[in-house]
């Protein structure tokens, strides 16, 4: 897998020089896992596999970047798999996908940035909805200040035949398109829930995008979601994803024509970023 080098803002390093993550708690029970059960695998072409969540009974959220093979081609819908729970061999539900829809202005092929990190957001609609009792989708919500605990549940190439939950991370920096955090996320993390707690329960605000080195400290980077989710249901809700024959990105301008979103670097640092698909 590619590694990119990219310049990290200097605002985050003191957030970062003060708070690591901890140790990941295993869920290979159900009983350990119950709470948690709209978390899935994703199953890529049988070659390769990433993490999604339930946001309602037939959507599933994930990062783009999953729905594109290493060539850069977006994945056929019969392509994917989504293992609701998935533990030891058996998931609590199975579900196979309808269509794709990633966010409109990414592009797999974008130089490593912030505006490549918020815009590396994808709903996927399963063919049947998932309606189970133990199985409640998340709500999902904007992204928390600075500062606040958040956790993670996740697959990764080495954890990856149950889910593993650290909750004892925390935003480092909120920076215009990109959560800096300490969580601890590897190869299969991408697209993993990043969840914030209060008393209505969990709900989502960020999802998995990249790992990433600042100097010699490991972070994570994550998508706020402000906009993203409500862009791909519109698009969704005009026929985006039937008969494309594969996952759906709309047409993006090239060159000069793309939007910039304005997002400015202080003194940058070079930090090393890996996508986290395996």
Known sequence: MRQMLWGAFLSMLPAIASAQGTG???MESRQDGRAWEAVGRLELAGRAFCTGSL???KLVLTA?????DDQGALLAPED???????RNGRAAAYRRVRRAVVY???DFNEAPSPDRVYNDIALI???HPVRNTTIIPFVTQHRPPAGESVSVVSYAHNRSE???MQDTCEIMSTQNNLLVMSCSVDFGSSGSPVFAFGSDGPRIVSVVSSKAMSGDLPVSLGAPLEGQID???ALMDDGAGYDEGSAFRPFRAEGDARKDTGAKFVRPIEADLDPLKP
């Open 125 to 127: 609609e399963l063919q």
């Open 64 to 68: 783009a970047h999953c729905l594109y």
């Open 80 to 86: 994917i798999q989504f293992l609701a729970g998935w």
């Open 24 to 26: 990941l708690f295993s």
């Open 162 to 164: 149950a889910p593993s």
């Open 231 to 233: 862009a791909i249901r």
């Open 55 to 57: 946001i309602s009974p």
């Open 104 to 106: 409109p202005d990414y």
